[in-house]
């Protein structure tokens, strides 16, 4: 029955509801789809192991090229593409069926529209093309040779004159609707945002086409054929059919990735690669030459499954790309864009192909469509150009995830609630014989259903697209549902419950709603295109792999100049430089090249800042991330003529420290305001309301520059009062033009009432007690355009320059913040509550001893002693307990830091994974060092749990005939700390008498074991290693140049090795943790906790029970808190004469986070290299299979003596300080060492953490056997378990290699690493394996830093 729905102009008109779509739906289609994100791809985003994720996948790329070496049916190859900048802008053919990535019917997607049209006119300006329109050929069509040849010859024809460009467009667009086609191309523009580089061109890239019959992408055979039958802007593309070719692309990235642009990467894959595929729409001239970067993809091609017939797929490509070389020859690049063209120019009058995207933009005073105002009015102009007839409405919104959104807009229309009902009706009409859906259907309904029932953040957005320009019955709409999946972490969420048939989460995902409505306001079915009645098989061959290698050149532009705009607004240059060097050390970026830029970023903080859009003066003065480029462009003239001046790093003594208060009868001082604190390099607060005790804070630290405000006179001073406490000496109040004459001149028009009140605010104002008054009239200052020239303004600059010179200057030695990353019971109070003791015993009267309550806690009186040393360094020492703050916490800690920075500061707070960012931040703003206090080994040790309570199950709400796929295997979730951590620190705080805890933790709390368990969670998914590293990464300050040592280690047991935790203990810890792992994923998904509380009720009580029971054994396995409280102050002793040796300069110093703080290349234990080679020399004597290899190259070359090389016979060997010998094929290593860790394998942080205490360290190590490859050779050696530290003489575990190979590589032909491979060539008969009699070698650990 069609339901009658009046249309929505009509002011009386009917909601369309899911329920009226439903009862006329016919089906569910894709209407367009981009690929899903790739695993490996997410990896790389991490900043955690991203090089050592990255290295993997190098590594798995190239033993998938040897192991395919013999292959006969599957062709393993490399295949390598450009990476162009720009927006996704799908297309789907028929009438004007384009998309943007989340989006419809904007800018983005017509500008796209108008692009691709204008492409198909250019092609025809080459002249009689031979286009060939063969609209038969199909991946799934198999026909001979001779039928091919016959449908192309029948579907040639030429093209010529303006408008064949247009019937080329159609014919093409006819086909991808045919085919049920999505084409998605890289829209390169000037006017839609800014990326690396401003194109030089507006164009468009083919990078995907799906085939949404199949579900599946074309390979890139098929698309760059379907590109070139149609004369689409394909990609270039580099086959590497080798592993010859493949490590030579590596090769090349690595030596290069800092310093090469388009037309380098280019010609240097064109000579290394197997295969070279042409774009006729070249990097160089259509983009320029800054290029983001490559993409990378391992290639698995049946070609006798895929194919059908015997030619090889390499034999294929190289047939395209002779092609492309012809395409590109019959339209080269000197080709004109269309509306440049003088053909369009003469006679071309559809606004379509006439109009420049430049030119449309600038005749709204704009460089970009997106930027400014005018949106609408832009997209109006843009579709009657075009000429379309669609009017698209969004209809409505849902969102699923933690801000649940059903159905709003102009309509109710509910996504996921339709699809609900409509798996419903079909489970229905399967049981009584009804009409049921086809499979398509039902897949996307089944896919909607899972993300809502995961709960995953998801936009569903319902647009109404009407056809036709009559207001008569013909006119219909339709809808569309647009999938915003809004997180990248939502696809690996996805594909981890997804099965092997389930439809894939797609990004640019559109779904047709085949439910279409009149103009009379009736609903009828509408027939889909193409209807499937069985469920297509997507699953995969295998998990495909990709690497995005990005060039430095581009990540400068857009992470540190665009993206660091953001912090150089909020916090200024400083702020902005300690960003940008934290991003060159995170990219692992050499010395040389971070001297160079931050030399660059330095300039463009200093210069860029006045004119950011927060901060400008002139209107035309603005800087966005949106629209950077110009600027930058402007400024890179400037820096590589040396026309900007040069930026000194005087530590910041001659900058501006006051806060200005310019007051003002009305806003019209607010010009002055800002100018002033332009000039001054200063924050700019816009509004005396908006003023905050935060900011001037902030502006009065060691890398603030002051603070200018602009207030109204009738505002009054309350806010600038309640500075007065602590910032008095520093505030300054300019009274501008309130002088009797000016202020009756601006108070002529109030009545007497106002007038009072005005005189009243003026006489408040001059009586705040500021260290200075000025009073200036405003008729002096001059107009806007010219006060800066005025002398009245100049004096008052001057005036304030000298005012700041005479604020007193705070203590800025570095200084630093001791916090505790733990979980309550881990003993903080007990650690800090001698040294809160005695401060305040010495405060409290000269020579006072210790008080009572300190006395108690100590063994003996050297404990006292060992404070006053560490006082005695007129560094002050601050204790903040949290439990006696009444106020928020860390905003005290900020302000405390920032008006001490010198100070050694403990904050004596649980500082749990959600604080790290705010204890950087709070350390970057005081020039302080972080460092955190943790427990001593084996409180640091993994705890690893399997498995949930069972209480969470998201599948029983599911009405599919087949519910969401079970898990094959429990969750596994691991943790930093111990389990016997975990045991003592609940049996201390079940050990405080009720009420008697501050922070009201103890064992009169209700849940009082349960809350220690969140905290305990609250650090899930880190190892200890992850856990550090992760932590130091976010606290670190890299302003600072310092070799203190980055944390506290503080005793927590009695012994490394612990007894097992009694059964029903560890038990109840288990369990506890996995109802928190339950609990924490509700709080995300939102689902009912019934269940899991009943057992948090449970679990609680056998807790106390078993700790209770077993609370003397946990007591006994602790040492006792004078043996921590001792070590404590130890370290800080340490601490605090370290930071008197800190490089205090700041990051805006080429050279203070570059040279003086090195970047460790590898962590190493030196081998000297005549121990390698006498011990090879003397076992080949006794070892005739070794004396038979050592007789033969290349490993001769390597027991050879530097003198026996140059033609001496001498058995001396004198170590060499070069890392490698050339010998006859391949490269003797002259530097042998076991390699401990590589900076490619972890952070500067893990190695330096690890290692620190080793270095120098004397190592023992057995020689097993040597291996012998054809690409390497090594000495296979095993380590020792411990070792004696170098700075205290103690035994220490070694911490593990992270090879899991321990060689010393002796010969290699390409890199070293190459020797991780040898044990695995030995397994499969490619290397020789002869065992040595387990000589002993000696080794010193080193850091190996870059030269």
């Known amino acids: ?48 192991g991203a090089a050592s994720t990255q290295q993997s996948v190098r590594a798995t790329m190239l033993q998938a090229l040897d192991n395919s070496a013999d292959g006969v049916d599957e062709v393993v190859y490399l295949e390598a593409s450009l990476k162009h900048s720009g927006s996704l802008l799908l297309w789907s053919g028929g009438n004007a069926r384009f998309y943007a990535k989340n989006s419809m019917d904007n800018v983005f997607s017509l500008s796209g529209e108008m692009l691709l049209r204008q492409h198909f006119a250019r092609v025809l300006l080459a002249g009689n093309i031979n286009v060939n329109m063969d609209t038969t050929t199909n991946n799934n069509n198999k026909e001979s040779d001779d039928s091919k040849r016959s449908s192309n010859s029948n579907n040639k024809r030429k093209f010529n004159g303006t408008y064949d460009g247009e019937e080329m467009y159609r014919a093409c667009s006819a086909e991808v609707q045919r085919r049920r086609l999505c084409l998605s191309f890289e829209c390169v523009t000037a006017v839609l945002g800014d990326h690396g580089d401003i194109p030089k061109r507006d164009y468009l890239i083919l990078t995907a086409v799906a085939d949404m019959n199949q579900e599946c992408f074309f390979s890139t055979h098929d698309l760059v054929k379907f590109a070139q039958q149609w004369r689409l802007p394909h990609n270039d593309v580099w086959l590497f059919a080798n592993r010859t070719s493949a490590e030579a692309l590596f090769q090349f990235y690595d030596n290069s990735r800092e310093t090469a642009f388009a037309n380098d990467v280019v010609q240097a894959l064109d000579e290394i690669a197997s295969v070279s595929i042409k774009s006729m729409h070249p990097h160089v001239d259509f983009q320029g030459d800054i290029l983001e970067g490559l993409v990378v993809r391992l290639v698995k091609h049946n070609h006798r499954q895929n194919d059908g017939d015997d030619d090889n797929i390499l034999s294929r490509m190289r047939q395209l790309a002779l092609n492309s070389r012809e395409i590109l020859s019959a339209i080269p690049p000197q080709v004109p864009p269309f509306p440049q063209s003088l053909q369009c120019q003469g006679s071309c009058n559809v606004g379509a192909l006439c109009t420049d995207l430049r030119e449309f933009s600038a005749k709204y005073g704009q460089r970009g469509i997106v930027g400014g105002s005018g949106l609408e009015e832009k997209e109006k102009e843009l579709r009657r150009l075009i000429g379309t007839q669609r009017r698209v409405v969004r209809a409505s ?142 699953t995969k061959s295998g998990e495909a792999l990709m690497l995005k290698l990005k060039f430095l050149p581009y990540m400068v532009r857009t992470f540190g100049c665009r993206n660091g705009l953001s912090t150089l607004t909020k916090h200024g240059p400083e702020a902005f430089n300690e960003y940008v060097a934290n991003l060159l050390r995170k990219w692992n970026i050499s010395v040389a090249g971070s001297e160079k830029w931050m030399t660059f970023f330095r ?25 950077y480029l110009t600027h930058l462009q402007k400024f890179s003239d400037m820096y590589s003529s040396n026309a900007l001046k040069p930026v000194h790093d005087n530590g910041g003594e001659n900058k501006f420290r006051g806060i200005v208060a310019i007051v003002g009868v009305d806003d019209s001082c607010h010009f002055v305001a800002e100018s002033i604190a332009s000039s001054l390099n200063s924050f700019f607060v816009r509004n005396v309301k908006k003023l905050t005790p935060e900011k001037v804070i902030s502006a009065r630290g060691v890398n603030g520059r002051g603070l200018v405000c602009a207030c109204n006179l009738k505002d009054g001073p309350g806010k600038i009062r309640k500075l007065l406490p602590k910032h008095q000496e520093a505030l300054c109040i300019v009274l501008l033009g309130c002088g009797n004459e000016e202020l009756m001149q601006s108070t002529t028009a109030m009545n007497a009432k106002e007038r009072k009140r005005i005189h009243g605010m003026l006489n408040s104002w001059k009586m705040t007690r500021v260290q200075r008054n000025v009073d200036i009239a405003l008729t002096s200052i001059g107009s806007k355009e010219k006060h800066q020239q005025t002398s009245a303004y100049r004096d008052l600059l001057n005036e304030l320059r000298n005012f700041s010179e005479g604020i007193p200057r705070p203590d800025n030695r570095s200084g630093a913040l001791i916090f505790f990353p733990g979980i309550p019971g881990s003993g903080k109070s007990c650690l800090t509550k001698v040294i809160d003791s005695y401060i305040s015993a010495k405060g409290g009267a000269a020579g006072a001893d210790l008080s009572e309550e300190m006395t108690s806690t100590t063994a003996d009186r050297s404990i006292e002693e060992r404070i006053e040393s560490l006082l005695s360094s007129k560094r002050n020492v601050i204790v903040r307990c949290s439990d006696a703050v009444t106020g928020k916490y860390w905003p005290l800690v900020r302000e405390e830091k920032y008006e001490e920075p010198s100070t050694i500061y403990i904050a004596d707070k649980n500082a749990t994974s959600t604080v790290w960012d705010t204890i950087g931040s709070i350390c970057t703003g005081s020039r302080s060092i972080a460092v955190p206090i943790l427990p001593a080994d084996p409180a640091l040790k993994v705890t690893e749990i399997i498995g949930a309570s069972d209480c969470v199950d998201l599948r029983e709400e599911s009405v599919m005939d087949v519910d969401l796929p079970q898990s094959t295997s429990s969750p596994k979730h691991i943790y930093p700390f111990s389990l016997h951590y975990l045991a003592v620190c609940m049996s201390r705080v079940l050990s405080r008498p009720p009420g008697t805890h501050v922070g009201r933790l103890d064992s009169g709390t209700k849940e009082a074991c349960m809350i220690v368990v969140k905290f305990f969670g609250l650090y899930r998914h880190l190892s200890p290693d992850i856990f550090v590293e992760k932590m130091l990464g976010k606290v670190s300050n890299e302003s600072i140049v310092t070799d203190v040592q980055p944390f506290i280690h503080v005793p927590f047991f009695k012994h490394d090795a612990l007894p097992d935790l009694p059964g029903e203990l560890e038990e109840a810890l288990i369990d506890a943790l996995r109802i928190q792992y339950d609990i924490d994923k509700l709080d995300k998904t939102g689902g009912s906790k019934v269940k899991v509380e009943e057992l948090k009720i449970g679990v609680e009580a056998r807790l106390r029970k078993s ?147 080793f270095v120098g360290a004397s190592v023992p190590m057995e020689a097993l056997s040597i291996l012998i490859g054809k690409d390497s050779i090594a000495v296979e050696v095993r380590l020792p378990d411990v070792v004696s530290c170098e700075t205290n003489l103690e035994k220490r575990k070694l911490p593990p290699s992270k090879n899991e190979f321990q060689h010393i590589t002796i010969w290699c032909r390409g890199k070293a690493v190459a020797s991780n491979q040898l044990p695995l060539e030995v397994e499969r008969g490619e290397a020789v394996k002869v065992l040595l009699a387990k000589e002993t070698l000696n080794g010193i650990l080193k850091f190996w830093y870059d030269d």
């Open 1 to 48: 029955a069609e339901v009658v729905v009046v249309h929505p102009e009509n002011a009386k008109a009917d909601k369309i509801t899911s329920t009226t779509i439903m009862e006329s739906i016919n089906s569910l289609q894709l209407e367009a789809i981009f690929y899903p994100k790739f695993d490996n791809e997410k990896q790389q985003k991490s900043s955690q």
């Open 1107 to 1253: 700790i209770k029971l077993h609370r003397d054994f946990l007591q006994s396995l602790t040492v006792s808190e004078s043996i921590s409280q001792h070590s404590l102050v130890e370290q800080l002793k340490v601490l605090s004469s370290s930071l008197d040796n800190v490089d205090c300069r700041h990051s805006n110093s080429a050279t203070s986070t570059s040279s003086k703080k090195k970047h460790i290349k590898l962590v190493a234990i030196d081998v000297q290299l005549c121990d390698v080679q006498n011990l090879l020399i003397a076992r080949g004597k006794e070892d005739p299979t070794l004396a038979k290899y050592l007789e033969n190259d290349p490993i001769s070359m390597f027991t050879k003596t530097e003198k026996d090389r140059d033609g001496e016979n001498t058995s001396e060997v004198t170590p060499s300080n070069n890392d490698i010998k050339t010998g006859e094929d391949g490269q003797c290593i002259t530097k042998t060492h076991v390699t401990m860790a590589h900076s490619s394998q972890c952070t500067q942080v893990y190695m330096l953490e690890k290692f620190k205490d």
């Open 397 to 538: 919104r849902s969102e699923t995830g933690k801000k649940a959104v059903r159905g709003t807009g102009m309509h109710d229309l509910d996504f996921p609630t339709m699809v609900k009902d409509l798996l419903s009706r079909h489970k229905s009409a399967n049981l009584d014989g009804g009409h049921t859906f086809d499979a398509e259907t039902i897949r996307i309904a089944q896919l909607v259903q899972s993300l809502e029932l995961q709960n995953l953040p998801i936009n569903f957005k319902c647009h109404e697209v009407s056809c036709g320009v009559d207001e008569d019955d013909d006119k219909t709409s339709e809808f569309i549902c647009i999938i915003h999946v809004k997180a990248d972490s939502v696809f690996p969420q996805y594909y981890r419950n997804k099965a092997a048939s389930d439809m894939d989460l797609f990004r640019g995902f559109s779904i047709r709603i085949n439910a279409k409505r009149h103009g009379n306001g009736r609903f009828s079915p509408s027939a889909p295109t193409i209807a499937r009645e069985q469920a297509i098989d997507v």
């Open 603 to 627: 300039a463009w903080g200093e210069y860029a800042y006045p004119k950011i859009a927060k901060h400008k003066i002139h209107e035309t003065a603005e800087i966005t991330s949106g629209f």
